[in-house]
């Protein structure tokens, strides 16, 4: 075995990052403590919808170790432009301005309508409570469905229309003339992110006008240039540092009001300000996900064969729109056919304003929305058709690779068969069948049944040109540096930055896949503007498909200039050299040799260069990818559900997937579990529940339910592989693949439980309560 297979890619290594995070070394924001900090606190709205009279904030003014409060209207001139929004979907797209603090009308419960500026935290908190608002409350749009209809109450009145856009992708004409149609209508509640991690900003000014910015951010690189735009600041004199980041799941790809009022209030004070959010507050002030009505039809001849599919999808922007809102039911459009060859597509979006949390990015990001519906119309066509679920998901998958898919885009590889055959292979279908006809017949009280979910998506957030065409404000290439210092070491300064992926680890195998080093002699620089100035930062699982490859193709320029220097030393013809793992040999003299630290080392003593070549081993490549990255694969879950009390237990979880090339196994395999348990909660137990005023009734962890592992099976993993062609070394994106699996799994499994007592549908999340109404309502 050689030493790259030992630690190269594909090698399971434990993670570097994880040392100093167990050890309890990592630095978060709330960590700093800059000497002279000041402490933000914001006020924020009691109520989803209100118009605010007048805010008096003479006693909060007053009160002990406050320095100062800010109300919308004394920060307005703060602003050279609203808060921005990256994804204008649609010309005509209605975009209400946005700033920071709300000065005249709040939107949802939760809007900032003053700030409060003190010594500690404790003293801001005191003096917020006595900032008195002055409110009229008005009516409140809160269902997605009826804030979409004419006639009802107006989030912003100014607009005439909760309708933000329309956006429809056709690409065929819809069947109506089928042997077979299913039609179903879906809703998918918003869900609360919950990084581990709340959001938290440190501002500090820097003498000359420049401020630099700790935030707990997915985006350093998007969030300097917007929050530079948006403050009329050169960028360049904002620096952005994105510290040891506790989660996001999209949840901080955005540019939030809070970073942007610390910088306008450091630059103001002259001194540090620091806001660390709450629990309660990350409930209502960090975006959502979801909160999607979707109607999607299919068309099938009677044996079977999907001839066409159509779906209408009422997807919530909540209050406005934030970084790239409007965009993320699109992100879904192109999948709505999953992993099956339908050949006449039609998709059509309509976004909505309610008064509620502002919707954005959230694992998966309309991947899920997407998959969910399709699965789950899957197994309602198989039951019109009397066909076996797997074998009208097999009559209809894409078996033909590369695969123009009706909706437009080219799949460069998969297998869906072989995701499929190596699912069962661990599953053993027919003993839990067996056992499931047997309780059946016994009037067994716990009854089980077996969910599946064959899927693919399209992630790495790319082309750039693609991106442009569908009104996306940035591109979708990566950065990325390699210095080969001249002790033998290596540096990495990479444009993504991780919050939990492992990139250090993972950018470590990959240098040393390619220059025949140890990855403990790989150093991985990210998430600072001023170290790493190029990127596009983190999300959609681009960081392996878009940002790994640049490495590689960093690593490839670093191994051509080795080459000339190595020809030149060794006085040879390029051509005759031969590469491997780091050392260049010389054809038909193998003991001539010399190593790319070898050749880092003589680049940086410059002795004996070749003539016009610069000194140093260093190489930076842009990548801008040729295609979406399109993993897939299939899922499958088994659950019992007491028939009595309505309960539903997750007793066992296969899951196949394809990733591509594996650089790290224990990784790829931490990102599935991850995802999957987030996918098993949006079936289970996850919902942002709202009343008809608009006020969140579970805010608060104690309401909010969220599994832990003492409601989890431990989940039984495996793969499949076909390589990206599209990629430099063949991986594909697996951030978001559990998460977009596994909720139609699970809830395909719970029906499937109870499809002997007439129950067909069951809205997410089956809580006892909704699945004992099922149970209930079947036998009427």
């Known amino acids: 075995m050689s030493a790259t297979e030992t630690w190269g890619i594909g090698a399971p290594l434990k993670r570097k990052e994880d040392d100093p995070l167990l050890r309890g070394r990592g630095t ?38 406050v320095v100062a409060v800010f109300t919308g209207a004394d920060l307005r001139d703060d602003w050279k432009a609203a808060m921005p929004c990256a994804w204008p979907v649609t010309e005509d797209m209605k975009n209400p301005e946005h700033f920071p603090l709300a000065a005249s009308e709040a939107n949802y419960q939760g809007d900032g309508v003053a700030v409060v500026i003190a010594d500690t935290r404790a003293h801001a908190v005191d003096a917020a409570e006595l900032v ?3 409110y009229e409350v008005l009516d409140a749009a809160v269902d997605v469905a009826i804030a979409a209809q004419d006639g009802g109450a107006l989030v912003h009145e100014e607009l005439g229309t909760n309708v933000s856009y329309v956006w429809p992708l056709e690409t065929g004409t819809f069947d109506a003339a089928a042997d077979v149609i299913v039609k179903h209508t879906y809703y998918q509640p918003p869900l609360i992110p919950n990084a581990i991690e709340p959001r938290g900003v440190v501002a500090r000014p820097e003498p000359g006008g420049d401020v630099t910015l700790w935030s707990s951010t997915q985006v350093p690189h998007l969030l300097r240039l917007l929050a530079a735009a948006t403050l009329g600041m050169s960028e360049n004199k904002l620096r952005v540092i994105a510290p040891d980041v506790g989660g996001g799941f999209g949840s901080k790809l955005d540019v939030y009001a809070e970073e942007l009022l610390a910088i306008a209030i450091a630059r103001r004070l002259g001194s540090p300000v620091k806001w660390i959010e709450e629990r309660s507050e990350n409930a209502v002030s960090t975006i959502h996900g979801r909160d999607f009505v979707t109607t999607l039809e ?39 056919a999953g992993p099956y060859a339908i050949p006449n597509y039609s ?61 437009g885009l080219t799949i460069d590889s998969g297998d869906y068969h072989a995701s499929l055959d190596r699912l069962l292979e661990h599953l053993g279908l027919e003993p839990l069948e067996a056992e499931q006809r047997a309780r059946r017949d016994s009037g067994d009280v716990k009854q089980i049944g077996i969910g599946f979910s064959t899927y693919n998506e399209m992630c790495g957030l790319a082309p750039s040109r693609i991106l442009g065409a569908i009104r996306y404000a940035a591109g979708g290439w990566e950065s990325a540096t390699i210095r080969c210092l001249p002790t033998g070491t290596f540096q ?18 990959i240098v040393a896949e390619q220059l025949g080093c140890d990855p403990s002699e790989v150093e991985v620089l990210h998430g600072d503007t001023s170290i790493s100035p190029y990127g596009l930062d983190t999300y959609g699982s681009r960081s392996l498909p878009v940002g790994g490859a640049a490495l590689w193709s960093a690593g490839e320029k670093i191994i051509e200039k080795a080459r000339q220097i190595v020809a030149h030393q060794l006085e040879v013809s390029a051509d005759d050299l031969e590469y491997a793992a780091g050392t260049f040999t010389v054809k038909g003299s193998p003991d001539k040799e010399m190593t790319v630290k070898g050749a880092a080392w003589s680049a940086f003593a410059a002795h004996n260069l070749p003539d016009g070549m610069e000194p140093n081993l260093e190489a930076t490549a842009t990548y801008d990818p040729p295609n979406f990255s399109w993993p897939g694969g299939a899922h499958a879950a088994v659950v019992e559900v007491d028939t009595g009390t309505g309960d539903a237990r997750l007793i066992r979880y296969v899951a196949i997937d394809d990733v591509g090339t594996v650089v790290n196994p224990l990784i790829v395999d931490g990102q599935v579990h991850g995802g999957i348990t987030q996918g098993i909660a949006t079936a289970l137990y996850e919902e942002a529940i709202y009343d008809e005023d608009g006020n969140l009734a579970n805010g608060t962890m104690a309401m909010y339910l969220m599994p832990s592992a003492a409601e989890l099976p431990s989940y039984q993993l495996d793969r499949t592989e076909s390589k990206a062609t599209d990629h430099p070394f063949g991986a594909k994106g697996v951030g978001e693949t ?43």
Not at 304 to 317: C, D, F, Q, W, Y
Not at 493 to 508: F, I, K, R, Y
Not at 744 to 752: F, M
Not at 754 to 769: K, N, R, S, Y
């Open 738 to 780: 559990g998460t977009i699996a596994a909720a139609p799994a699970v809830i395909n499994a719970v029906i499937d439980a109870l499809a002997h007592l007439g129950v067909t549908d069951i809205q997410m999340p089956a809580t006892p309560e909704r699945v004992w109404r099922a149970i209930e309502e079947a036998k009427q």
């Open 298 to 336: 299919l068309a099938a001849t009677k044996d079977g064969k999907i001839t066409s599919l159509r779906a209408n999808v009422i997807a919530s922007m909540g209050a406005y729109l934030q970084l790239v809102t409007p965009g993320i039911p699109l992100l879904g459009a192109w999948i709505y």
């Open 492 to 509: 990495v300064v990479t444009g993504t930055s991780p919050h939990g992926q492992g990139h250090e680890t993972a950018w470590s195998q």
């Open 132 to 134: 008195d608002v002055d």
């Open 347 to 407: 998709v059509t979006f309509t976004g909505v304003f309610t008064n509620t949390t502002p919707t954005d990015a959230y694992r998966g990001a309309g991947r899920p929305e997407a998959t969910y519906v399709l699965e789950r119309t899957m197994d309602l066509l198989a039951k019109e058709l009397g066909m076996d679920r797997l074998e009208l998901r097999r009559r209809n998958f894409i078996t033909e690779f590369p695969a123009t898919i009706a909706s």
């Open 28 to 65: 978060y924001v709330d960590n700093l403590d800059l000497p002279g900090t000041v402490v933000m606190v914001v006020v924020r709205s009691p109520y989803a919808h209100a118009r605010i009279m007048s805010i008096d904030a003479a006693a909060a003014k007053a009160a002990e170790g």
